[in-house]
């Protein structure tokens, strides 16, 4: 009985909870959006985004794969605007690479053809 | 190896029957190759070639690193690839961005600077003997293959250029097919040259803020020369003296700053940023009625200037009232 009540109103904290309008903080903690409204003047919003920038474009390298250390330092190196630029992109933006990955896609499609056009 | 060699003459291909369908008259692919030859730019020659740029082979997936190494190596810093992986190369997108690849030298007291999306300012550069690193779409058809490499020559009558590419040390690519790869980044190119040598190419406006970029993580020699160059190019540039007295100030050169500052302001008698400065400088000389003049000639700006002259008028008037010179 007592379970059965407990398991409900889990359940129902669960799904309350899941409704809440979206907050960029955590529960205790202003969110981001808070504080970059509150600001003084532009110069400080444009202060608190760009440091918001930096974090966020560091944060996304280092879940690319590159350490920690190194983000900080590549993050540090680029002008407000470049990272501005970056923020939210960097897993769309051109890659310099040429591997030889796209050689064998390339090389399958070109036998592909061949096999399917000429030699059936 | 079987793809490669495939792929290869898949290129080939491309590259010839790309020229059959210039020389058949589609010259509007290829825009930028048919007014060179209406207009080859001015002062550069037909020919020209730096044999002494370096050669890095570049690992798989590692363009990026291996082109920005050779255009370092050429600016005189001992750097190899591998070192630069961890500036430039994204695991997980097995690639180099462009943001990072023109970021990069600044950690190395270099100044990295974007070309205008110009065939005639690329030949310009190399011509003057500066390794140009393009951003190409070396991709067959729809496929898009993203590829760094760097332009170290070319030859206008033999209608090639010269590029370090790849496992190639000297790679000869047609201009009309160079043209046609390096569009699609928009014709993206970059150098990375030592403080005190400016491209041939560059603008006041940019240059200036490509060394303001450097101050960032750039060491205070390499910025303190850049910002001497630039104002040697440029006499009275603004950013340039305010960021060269910074240097000198820096170093507690107050009497270089404030030289600095002051044949700034013969030409920028108004600028709120130079009488801030130089009433600070003037002040830590120990002439605070002086610095005190030229801060109320400041009075009060806009944000974002607003609270730095606030802090220096009162700095100086605590000083002149007799405070500690703090």
Known sequence: ?120 | MMPAALYRSARLLAGALFSLLVLSGCASMVPQTMALRDAWPEGVPQRYEMAGVPFFPQEDYQCGPAALATAMVSAGVKVTPEELVKHVYIPDRQGSLQAEMLAAPRQYGLVGYQLAPSYDDLLREVAAGNPVVILQDIGVGPLVKWHYAVVVGFDYPAGELYLRSGQKQREAMPFTYLEHTWKKSAQWAIVALPPGRIPVTATEPAYTAAVAAMERVGDKGAVTKAYAATLERWPGNLGASVGLANQYYAKGDLEQAEAVLRRASDKHPNSVVLLNNLAQTVSDQGRDAEALTLIEKAGTPEPPFAEAVAETRALIQKRLAGGARK
């Open chain 1, 1 to 120: 009985m007592k379970s059965s009540l407990k398991r409900i109103v889990c359940n129902f904290l669960v799904i309350a909870m899941a409704m809440l309008p979206f907050q960029s903080g955590q529960a205790g903690m202003i969110g981001s959006d808070a504080v970059i409204a509150s600001a003084a003047s532009q110069a400080d919003r444009n202060t608190v985004v760009n440091f918001l920038n930096r974090t966020d474009t560091a944060a996304q390298l280092v879940s690319l794969g590159v350490d920690a250390n190194s983000a900080k330092s590549r993050v540090a190196s680029m002008t407000d605007a470049e990272v501005s630029q970056l923020a939210g992109k960097i897993n769309s933006l051109p890659v310099g690479a040429s591997g030889l990955g796209t050689l064998v896609v390339i090389g399958l499609i070109v036998w592909a053809v061949w096999y399917f056009a000429f030699r059936r």
